[in-house]
Nanobody, 125 residues
Framework: QPQLVESGGGLVQPGGSLQLSCEVSGFTLADFTVTWFRQAPGKEREAVMCISKWDSPFTFADSVRGRFTIARVNAKQTVYLNMFRLRPEDTAVYYC??????????????????WGQGTQVTVSS
């Protein structure tokens, strides 16, 4: 049974950092592209960053460019989203999703087969 479990969310002050983890089981992470999405209250879900199965990162959300990084450790079946200089507008539920989009990285939710349950990130003083 494919499963993705996010962890690492929480409450952080503006300017702080968090590392989110997405641990997968039931399939081989090396065969899949993984994208982090987020959804803030009252807003649509948006793609944040992706790392292809060939280990190429891609940033979808311009607002996180230069502040967030993404990495995968296939041996640990885990993808990480490292978030720095967090802002209140980064507050959202963060989800990881795994799939095999034809072009490597995709910001379309329909291109992903497996999803985690989400982890809450709150940036507030």
């Amino acid at each position: 049974q494919p499963q993705l479990v996010e962890s690492g969310g929480g409450l952080v002050q503006p300017g702080g950092s968090l590392q989110l983890s997405c641990e997968v089981s039931g399939f081989t992470l090396a065969d899949f592209t993984v994208t982090w999405f987020r959804q803030a209250p009252g807003k649509e879900r948006e793609a944040v960053m992706c790392i292809s199965k060939w280990d190429s990162p891609f940033t979808f959300a311009d607002s996180v460019r230069g502040r967030f990084t993404i990495a995968r450790v296939n041996a640990k079946q885990t993808v990480y989203l490292n978030m720095f200089r967090l802002r209140p507008e980064d507050t959202a539920v963060y989800y990881c999703a795994a799939g095999n989009p034809a072009r490597g990285c995709s910001g379309e939710a329909n291109d992903y087969d497996y999803w985690g349950q989400g982890t809450q990130v709150t940036v507030s003083s």
